[in-house]
């Protein structure tokens, strides 16, 4: 099995409630479930990321695709991997998605 970081992009709302950050835990808890054995690392959100441009130019706005969090998939090939993020919590907001690749094991 080959492993696949999964991105998560986009500039989904954090929830504010007790009960909006239930559902949204109880939702990614029910996807890894599914995913089972397959979730090898389940992430985290991340906080808005800096850019370092050729030259050293940085950018502080995230850029036009900003990253949300991450996890590591264990897939059979990458269009496995594409089958299992269907059901990504992530996908059922505006404007966010899924980009899958591939890890490559060049350090050991």
Known sequence: MAKFLYVYHGSGKMPTSEAE??????????????????????????????????GGKIENNGGSNPTGGYSIIEARDIDDAAEKAKGCPMLAMPNCNVEIAPIINMMG
């Open 21 to 54: 950050r239930k559902a949204m835990t109880d939702a990614w808890t029910g996807w890894f479930g599914k995913l089972g054995s397959a979730v090898v690392d389940p992430g985290n959100p991340v906080g808005m990321s800096k850019t370092v441009m050729p």
